[in-house]
Nanobody, 119 residues
Framework: QVQLVESGGGMVESGGSLRLSCAAH????TNWDMRWFRQAPGKERE???????????DYTEAVRGRFTISRDTVLNTVSLQMNSLKPEDTAVYYC?????????????WGQGTQVTVSS
């Protein structure tokens, strides 16, 4: 059974930092595209950062230069280091694993962790 368990959310002042972690159980992260999404109140869920064996790391423009996605293949975890946080980064952050086998795509989601940035 696959589980993605996020941790590290919380409340921070503008300009501060937080580090989110996603512990993967039941899958090997190097075989999946691992992503972080976020969803702010009243907005659609958006892709923030991704990391994969073949494509490396990528970021949405709004966080490029401030956020860093990484993975620990020993602990089988994916992390998102968030620096210079802004109030507009406030959202629930979700860890996602995606795999495409040539016919269909499989997704797994974590339960989400709240990030609140005060001005």
């Amino acid at each position: 059974q696959v589980q993605l368990v996020e941790s590290g959310g919380g409340m921070v002042e503008s300009g501060g930092s937080l580090r989110l972690s996603c512990a993967a159980h039941g899958l090997t992260i190097t075989n999946w595209d691992m992503r972080w999404f976020r969803q702010a109140p009243g907005k659609e869920r958006e892709l923030v950062a991704s990391i994969s064996t073949y494509r490396g790391a990528d970021y949405t423009e709004a966080v490029r230069g401030r956020f860093t996605i990484s993975r620990d293949t020993v602990l089988n975890t994916v992390s998102l280091q968030m620096n210079s946080l802004k109030p507009e980064d406030t959202a629930v952050y979700y860890c996602n694993a995606e795999s495409y086998n040539g016919m269909y795509t499989t997704h797994y989601w974590g339960q989400g962790t709240q990030v609140t940035v005060s001005s």
